[in-house]
């Protein structure tokens, strides 16, 4: 029932290639030119999961310089590939005609973004059905595509890939759970090389196909549901402690609690319900969401009791969902049960986003895959400051030099605030990008709004508040923006960065780069900051920063309950 594996192995050893299909052969010719002399190191790659339940499609715009990626287009169908023939287990013919018409639908999508290169992959319903090979070899014939088949766990890695280029795992133990329509796929990792890959036959479809045939499902069938789900993972999930466990002896992260992040529509889906129920609001970004083991089993008790049109009537909830949603959640349920864990964060790059970046490291475009973990915050920062021409590199270092030289004097913030720091510096002008006019509050809205990876949601609110606060008015309650904050805690830290910054962004006045640097001294019996200002050039008086800094300052003064004086250093010429 299950396959497990410590190490992830080679995509190439796992998966099945093929030539490639009429439609990507001119891509990949073209891809190759570019490839070489990386005469545009922009790249548009659409990545196709074609799975049990849905044909989902993810295009993304990479950029080879940093490198990342930004998902451009979306397409999602739910086929039901995995309805398979009852007599014989094969894909029906009505599947297969669904599946290939909306992979065709997905090729027009991609061309109409130019694509480079075009990647497919099929999972379960294909891996397992009798004439898996049938529907791939239509595929390249009718849709001019090449598919490839790969195992549950190529599958399980290249969902970690997925996850680790938009959660900062921070070398801490994570297991991730993968709900799909065939198969669950449970995985653990520090953000690294994977430490266990796993891949079970239990899924949403594959389950309700097998167990479920009572509207709504009757406590017999729910009972032998459950077992079933216990049973299969049971095992798995042992193996993933002893792993986890062989690992950390002896390490700093030896005693430190297990998170578990999960993906998938199934988990997607359930989170929604789960927050519209506590707040009334569905999550938004939903990725960074999180929800409890309690909150769960409450509403795994509720989905049980409920018929079909009842589950239809659900927030969020699709018809071909509505089908599979219960068998779904025990999945879940027992998941986090087996593994011991209260809280699950969604993160909502999976399979697709991992086939980019598997794309991305087979092309060279990647060469360190834990450089590239650790990085995330910081490359999605540098993408959204360049995407939107933000120019905030100057300002950054300004802020963070101003709350290194105040640390243990003024405030006694860590690295996470100086990391939120140095984001709003790098974004506080992005507003630009959408009008001069008011561009504070703009750049507000791009940063809560643009996707940033690596951040939980507070953080990312907490950052565009930052950024909202570095001119014009100084934080109120009566600000929608500040007051949605979750706490004091979080409102004083935007207060105490947002001053900061104010005083950053008045040293870049002219955004010429007028000052070298500054260094701060403080004279505690006056309460006095005293900045010293060098100018690059010897001779400037640095008159518009000194006037811009006296004129920015009275938030700093407030907040830290000081008085700011600034001087430039100057040169004095020698008589003739």
Known sequence: MVNTVAMGPSASALATQSAYGPAQQVLKERLQEKLKGRDKPEFVLAAIDIGTNSVHMVVTKIDATLPSFNIIGKEKETVRLGDFCENTGDLTEEAMARGIASLKRCMKVAESFHADDVVAVATSAVREAGNGQTFIDRVKAEVGLSVNLISGIEEARRIYLGVISGVELKGHPHAIVDIGGGSTEIIAGRGGLSDFLSSSKVGAVRLTARFVSTDPIDKR??????????????????KLKSKLKNNLTGTAHEETPLKLIGTSGTIECLAVLLAMDKTGVEPDPLNGYRLSYDELKSWVHRLRKMPYEERLALPGMSDRRAEII?????????TMELLEVQQLTICERALREGVVVDWMLTNGLIEDRMAFQQSIRDRSVRKMA??????????????????????GVLHTLGPLAREYLWAAGMLHNSGHYV??????????????????????????EVIGNIARYHRKSQPKRRHENYNSLPSKHERKLVDQLSAILRLAVALDRARNQ???????TFDNSSRTLQLHLTP??????????????????????AVFEVTVQARATVETLASP
């Not at 069938?221 to 042992?238: C, K, S």
């Not at 219960?326 to 027992?334: D, E, H, M, P």
């Not at 009008?435 to 990312?460: D, M, P």
Request: aromatic fraction near 12%; include cysteine; glycine fraction near 6%.
């Open 326 to 334: 219960v068998a779904g959640a025990v999945i879940l349920q027992t």
């Open 386 to 407: 360049r995407k939107y021409n933000a120019k905030g590199d100057t300002v950054a270092a300004f802020a963070t030099s101003l709350f290194d030289q105040t640390q």
């Open 514 to 520: 007028a000052i070298a640097s500054v260094h701060a």
């Open 435 to 460: 009008s001069h006019s008011a561009h504070h509050k703009h750049s507000y809205y791009l940063i809560r709004n643009g996707g940033l990876l690596g951040f939980t949601e507070t953080e990312v």
């Open 536 to 557: 690059n050039d010897p001779q400037n008086t640095c008159e518009l920063e000194l006037w811009n800094l006296d004129y920015k300052k009275a938030w700093f003064e």
């Open 221 to 238: 069938e729910f009972q032998y549901l459950r077992a079933y789900v216990h049973g299969v993972l049971e095992p798995t999930v042992d």
